[in-house]
């Protein structure tokens, strides 16, 4: 405003100079100084204009400063991050699935279970090793519905986290300040929503290891069962009846 007002200023005495050139002569002395209005004037001019170029100059230089504070703004990063806690809940239901008990998830712990207690009954196996068996792999499949019941109390615990963490990144995404924090906000819901589906993952693992091991106990003791009928029908005396006392006098 101060550059404007003094270029008005300039502009109105140029004009107030060039009305007086014709009423002062050129060869006007004043104690021995020749006083030239026409070049007077034209001197104010080449300010007024030099004045104009430094104005112009200065609006490109704002121009250029208000850019550069713009590309700073878009290259600005996030000042919020939930890696940490989307990490962490991973890790909890990871810890979850890797405390399964007795058949683990692991294909070799898996083939040395059913090769043992799943592919029949030996029929040189003891009835002892038959009653043994039959309830290992009982206590097996009550474990497997524990451990599924352990992830899923696991995954619920990790709703009120998503949920937290979900609010922080719509309202840090809703005051970013420039393109970069925008997208980085974008990317930290979408490994939100991985978070969630690797749960989901984790619990649908769970319930199915849970309903395969009850599946394979319920196949196994009919193969047990098998087993134990044929023993008792090829027993080498045959059945022999006894009378039972049902109570006791």
Not at 31 to 39: A, E, H, L, R, S
Request: glycine share 4%; no cysteine; hydrophobic share 45%.
């Amino acid at each position: 405003m101060k550059l404007l007002s003094l270029r008005r200023t300039l502009l109105a005495a140029s004009a107030i100079l060039s009305l007086s050139v014709a009423a002062v002569p050129a060869h006007a002395q004043f104690g021995g100084i020749v006083y030239d209005p026409t070049n007077y004037a034209q001197n104010v001019l080449t300010a007024a204009r030099a004045l104009q170029q430094i104005n112009n100059q200065i609006q490109q230089i704002q121009n250029q400063a208000t850019s550069l504070i713009n590309q700073a703004k878009n290259l600005a990063n996030l000042p919020f991050s939930s890696l940490a806690q989307l990490q962490s809940q991973v890790q909890r239901t990871q810890q979850l699935l890797g405390q399964a008990q007795r058949i683990a998830y692991d294909v070799q712990s898996i083939d040395q279970a059913f090769s043992l207690k799943y592919k029949g009954a030996s029929m040189s196996a003891s009835d002892q090793s038959l009653v043994s068996d039959a309830k290992d792999r009982w206590q097996t499949s009550v474990a497997s519905f524990e451990d599924a019941l352990k992830v899923q109390a696991g995954v619920v615990g990790n709703i009120d986290g998503a949920r937290t963490t979900m609010n922080q990144l719509v309202t840090s995404s809703q005051s970013a300040t420039g393109a970069l924090q925008a997208a980085q906000a974008g990317n930290q819901l979408l490994a939100l929503q991985s978070q969630q589906l690797s749960d989901l993952t984790a619990l649908l693992a769970a319930q199915g290891r849970a309903q395969a091991l009850d599946m394979a106990q319920k196949a196994a003791a009919q193969a047990q069962a098998q087993e134990q009928m044929r023993r008792f029908l090829n027993q080498p005396n045959g059945y022999t009846p006894t009378t039972v006392t049902m109570f006791h006098n």
